[in-house]
Nanobody, 121 residues
Framework: QVQLVESGGGLVQAGGSLRLSCAAS????????MGWFRQAPGKEREFVSR????????SYADSVKGRFTISRDNAKNMVYLQLNSLKPEDTAVYFC??????????????WGQGTQVTVSS
């Protein structure tokens, strides 16, 4: 089992920044690729970003490319998502997840409880 706890969400004006953190505990953190997904009210959960086990491979959804940055620190069992140039359409609950390196939520086995990001216009 892997336990994931997100933090860092909040209310920010459009154009602002947030840094989301995800603390992992349980099984060996470096054994898992990590992902961030988000879900807005009335919408399906969507892929935001992923990072492989070593941190050497990353990818982003087209909607966030160039604005968001994913990183991980295996020594601290942490994964981060830096959100810059935020837009109102980025408003959602953001979830941290652990599993295999994929853009599909079905390939991730462990999920955090989510952290709310709200961007005002």
């Amino acid at each position: 089992q892997v336990q994931l706890v997100e933090s860092g969400g909040g209310l920010v004006q459009a154009g602002g920044s947030l840094r989301l953190s995800c603390a992992a505990s349980g099984r060996t953190f470096s054994n898992y690729a990590m992902g961030w997904f988000r879900q807005a009210p009335g919408k399906e959960r969507e892929f935001v970003s992923r990072i492989n086990r070593s941190g050497g491979m990353k990818s982003y959804a087209d909607s966030v490319k160039g604005r968001f940055t994913i990183s991980r620190d295996n020594a601290k069992n942490m994964v981060y998502l830096q959100l810059n140039s935020l837009k109102p359409e980025d408003t959602a609950v953001y979830f941290c997840t652990a599993g295999s390196y994929s853009e599909s939520p079905s390939n991730y086995w462990y999920w955090g409880q989510g952290t709310q990001v709200t961007v005002s216009s």
